[in-house]
């Protein structure tokens, strides 16, 4: 009896959260087409703004997945940045010899074979999962640079740095909804035109690539939480020994998720040297792998919150590359104060007075900041998800939840 | 307990020098195997590293390798509590950020400048480190994970400083010449080369000594060491591990603080990313300190090889092969001495176990004679 009574009360939380998320969404779309309206900066929501924020997006969302399937099973790896530079260089060298298709691939396999580096120092041998990474990072960089230099320096459209010349994989345009997305978008309308310039956003010249990572969330939280090898891998991450005694081959499972968490960031730097760019440089991923890693700590180490922080971090990172980035800054700012006061309301009304004050008090100099400036530097917009991220990590610390065994250290037999 | 046995000699070469050389030599056969697979020749590889160093590679061996001391030491301050302060990369970019902007402005007069800027880049790297241990004792975030992103944004900010309030110098933005009356002398050791040993690079060895002496005689040291052999224990004898956190943070950001010092009084005179600014200083000090096993003679031999590897690599351009791949060296050789420690670590504890067991047996054979 009380059983059924405490499910029945779960599911009405349940739902009552999700009707909470919707409404939330609903708000934040009102807030910022006011803003957009207010400050008479309609880029802010323009179908081209918004293609480059997927774009900007789709490297982070493939580099924080990678790093999802890693840390479900207990391997933090920091490696991503490293394994994602390794993807541009296989990108770039198979897509020039072999076709768009042998490039994806041989992207997730040059990112693969970081993470078995990875997995072999991390699983094997127990090292520190932090210094195994930093390594990668540092081998990543070198390897990279030596294999351009070896391999594409002699090639046409090569440089010791750097290739081009090599096929990318198909765009297409959804055709009847981008169009009339894109009109209703040019309308500037209330709301409307804010949704409509995303959906003429995601249709417009949609590369197969941004369609794929987009698959490979609902693929990763489907095999992650829907499955009997997800479960199990997650029980890797959250008590390895209690896993071992149930008969599961923990190292095994550690080995998958890290491989196909290298092969992730292989793939998300198969985005940069082909769909973002249509060119391979050395050092393409500018620290996008580290992005990826605290875009999954945003999204507390789950599928949607990764995509959630991706398309956040995405959209800055896409804004930073348009040209005159500056006043779409600048209208972002008050967006910012607007959506941090509100919740400094909500946090002082719960009860968490001091943190209500203190975002109140960053609210305010952000308004400040807004009414005493024109436009902001493209470099702070850079700078935005790192900033987040921080600030997330200060407020809610207390309420993420990673895998409890996350970065500890399993040796088979620890179980007794 | 015991004495010198020959056999207790041994275990302490075969533990803690054996570990090294066997990752240098795998990193170098990976390397060469890696290079040999692409076509090139692993022979001429090998033969430009192992060749006689001129004196200007010689000159920049020396003075890189203060250098990396010194990030080295900072990283390993950290370490031995049990941080992992991974912003030092961070930490030195603000340090130097702020030194340069201090030096340039001349505020204090002559060769004190110098040690006013000390003070200056000391303290910044000091406050920035502070960030990610305030956080951390504060709201439980995870150092590495907040430092991260602190490093980010310290590259950035510096960058955006650097063009708001520096000057243009063609098309990149430095800060202000140090005036000349704070130019310290360097020593001229090496007269082929062009330039001199730093004079700044003397930091290296007194922080060296200095961190000696901090870990090993005195009292916040030997808490350091209990805090980072065990949490819970340091706690229970009274140690205060939370100020203990703060401190440690503070001081590691402090070291990293003045990590490029030297190149900036001995050389550069300005700053400006990323062309009057050597960046990567801090994660190649993470592994310098971690081949170094923390001690500090092991961090001044490790920083000396690094700074040789890549001193050398200087010259593989002329053998046809990308400098680049000494990263891969140094990345496999840092991967490799902690695969090395670990399983010499478990051979220990495991022969340590089978003699303990065969004494207990002797004893209890014994026991019922």
Known sequence: MSTQQSVSAEVVRARTFRYTWWLAALAVIVVISTVRLYTGTDRITAPGTLRAAIIGACPILLAGLGGLWAERAGIVNIGLEGQMLLGTWGAAFFAYHYGPLAGVLGAALMGLIGGLLHAIATVSFGVDHIISGVAINIVGLGAVGFLAKTTFDDLDGGGPRNLSGYSTPPEFTVPLIADGARSLADKHWFVISDVAGAVAGVTTRLSVLTVLAFVLVAVTAWVLWRTSFGLRLRSCGENPQAAETLGINVYRYKYVAVLISGAFAGLGGAYLAMVASSSFTVGQTGGRGYIGLATMIFGNWRPSGVLTGALMFGYTDGVSLLSNSGAIVHALLLLVAILLAVFAVLKVRGGERVTGFVIAGISVGAFVWYFLSETVDASFTGMTPYVVTLFVLAVFSQRLRMPAADGKPYRRGGAG | ?369
């Open chain 2, 1 to 369: 307990m015991k004495g010198l046995t020959p056999r207790r000699v041994l275990d302490t070469v075969v533990g803690s020098l054996l570990p090294p050389l066997v990752a240098v030599v795998a990193a170098m056969v990976a390397t060469s195997v890696l290079i040999a697979a692409f076509g090139g020749s692993p022979g001429s590889f090998l033969e430009v590293i192992f060749s006689v160093p001129n004196d200007r590679v010689l000159l920049s061996i020396i003075n890189q390798s203060a250098m990396l001391s010194i990030s080295g030491i900072a990283a390993a301050i950290g370490f031995r509590m049990g941080l992992f302060n991974i912003g030092v990369e961070g930490q030195y970019i603000v340090g130097s950020c702020a030194g340069a902007f201090f030096a340039g402005s001349g505020l204090v007069p002559g060769p004190l400048n110098i040690l006013a800027t000390l003070v200056v880049a000391a303290a910044a790297g000091a406050a920035y480190a502070s960030i990610a241990g305030l956080l951390r004792v504060f709201r439980g975030v995870s150092e590495v994970i907040s430092a991260i992103m602190l490093n980010y944004i310290a590259l950035t900010m510096a960058g955006y400083l650097v063009t708001k309030y520096g000057q243009a110098s063609g098309y990149t933005f430095t800060t202000e010449r140090l005036p000349l009356d704070a130019q310290p002398l360097g020593f001229k050791i090496f007269p082929d080369a062009p330039g001199d040993v730093w004079a700044l690079s003397s930091l290296a060895i007194i922080l060296g000594i200095g961190y000696w002496f901090l870990i090993s005689r005195t009292r916040f040291g030997f808490e350091l060491r209990v805090t980072g052999e065990s949490e819970t224990a340091a706690r229970a004898s009274g140690v205060n591990t939370k100020k203990m956190t703060l401190l440690v943070m503070a001081l590691s950001g402090a070291v990293a603080g003045l990590v490029w010092m030297p190149a900036y009084f001995g050389s550069v005179h300005t700053f400006g990313t990323p062309e009057n600014f050597q960046a990567g200083l801090g994660f190649i000090g993470l592994a310098v300190a971690l081949l170094g096993r923390n001690r500090t003679l092991g961090i001044f031999f490790a920083a000396a090889l690094f700074a040789f590897l890549s001193g050398q690599s200087n010259n593989l351009q002329s053998a046809g092969i990308a400098k680049d791949v000494i990263d891969i060296t140094q990345g496999i050789t840092v991967l490799a001495v902690v695969v090395a420690y670990e399983v010499v670590g478990r051979r220990r504890a495991k022969t340590e176990a089978e003699r303990v067991a065969r004494q207990l047996d002797a004893e209890r054979e014994g026991a019922a004679a």
